[in-house]
């Protein structure tokens, strides 16, 4: 006996979307972007594992003494995660890259710990190391931002401002007309140097005495 028409067409109809369902596409495992990125924006998501915890200079520019540089990373407490009073090996890790290999002229002698390789210019940032411990940080890098907003470059005027009320400015002892402009914080003292056109071409933070040493470690 032949089956009906209907029937044959049934069986057709069913056959056609099981073969359209077997070929569906099926949506891939979300992975990885190109730049390494996760594929969504979940707020609460865990960063990837290789990420600090503390946004830090990892590094210099290749073969420079420049630091990448992250604002906010210097403060009246320290570097980043090492904080003033630390060991140089903590401001090694709190750096990420090299450091040199500077050590002290004498048991707890005043040293530098300085980003290598150092180019004709000199130093751009520098630590400094007494007593075998972490006290001050000297800057000639425009990139970097002290506590407060002042920065390599800026006037007189704007250093004033920034820290209304709070800034005890002394002669330079070897530049006429130029200056030392002190803002206390804590235990701690940020020191702008100025030329004699009143605009800043260093600072440095740190702990006493340190902080004051007008010759570094010299």
Same mark, same amino acid.
């Given at each position: 006996?032949?089956?009906?028409?209907?029937?044959?067409?049934?069986?057709?109809?069913?056959?056609?979307?099981?073969?359209?369902?077997?070929?569906?596409?099926?949506?891939?495992?979300?992975?990885?972007?190109?730049?390494?990125?996760?594929?969504?924006? #979940?707020?609460?998501?865990?960063?990837?594992?290789?990420?600090?915890?503390?946004?830090?200079?990892?590094?210099?520019?290749?073969?420079?003494?420049?630091?990448?540089?992250?604002?906010?990373?210097?403060?009246? /407490?320290?570097?980043?995660?090492?904080?003033?009073?630390?060991?140089?090996?903590?401001?090694?890790?709190?750096?990420?890259?090299?450091?040199? #290999?500077?050590?002290?002229? /004498?048991?707890?002698?005043?040293?530098?710990?300085?980003?290598?390789?150092?180019?004709?210019?000199?130093?751009?940032?520098?630590?400094?190391?007494?007593?075998?411990?972490?006290?001050?940080? #000297?800057?000639?890098?425009?990139?970097?931002?002290?506590?407060?907003?002042?920065?390599?470059?800026?006037?007189?005027?704007?250093?004033?401002?920034?820290?209304?009320?709070?800034?005890?400015?002394?002669?330079?002892?070897?530049?006429?007309?130029?200056?030392?402009?002190?803002?206390?914080?804590?235990?701690?003292?940020?020191?702008?140097?100025?030329?004699?056109?009143?605009?800043?071409?260093?600072?440095?933070?740190?702990?006493?005495?340190?902080?004051?040493?007008?010759?570094?470690?010299?």
């Amino acid at each position: 006996m032949k089956p009906s028409i209907p029937c044959i067409a049934l069986l057709v109809l069913s056959l056609s979307a099981c073969g359209e369902r077997a070929s569906d596409p099926v949506d891939p495992v979300p992975g990885p972007a190109a730049d390494g990125t996760a594929l969504h924006d #979940d707020p609460a998501a865990p960063p990837p594992l290789d990420q600090p915890d503390v946004a830090v200079p990892p590094a210099n520019a290749p073969g420079t003494n420049i630091p990448q540089v992250v604002d906010g990373v210097i403060t009246f /407490e320290g570097f980043g995660p090492a904080g003033f009073g630390a060991d140089a090996e903590q401001v090694r890790m709190a750096w990420g890259n090299d450091l040199g #290999d500077a050590q002290p002229s /004498e048991p707890g002698g005043c040293y530098y710990l300085i980003p290598q390789p150092l180019g004709s210019a000199g130093y751009r940032i520098a630590f400094m190391v007494e007593g075998d411990r972490f006290s001050r940080i #000297d800057v000639r890098n425009n990139g970097y931002t002290a506590p407060g907003g002042g920065k390599v470059g800026m006037d007189r005027a704007d250093i004033d401002r920034l820290y209304a009320g709070r800034v005890e400015a002394s002669p330079h002892k070897y530049v006429d007309g130029a200056q030392y402009l002190r803002v206390r914080d804590g235990g701690a003292a940020l020191v702008f140097e100025t030329d004699a056109d009143g605009k800043v071409t260093e600072w440095r933070i740190g702990v006493p005495p340190q902080v004051d040493y007008v010759e570094g470690c010299s």
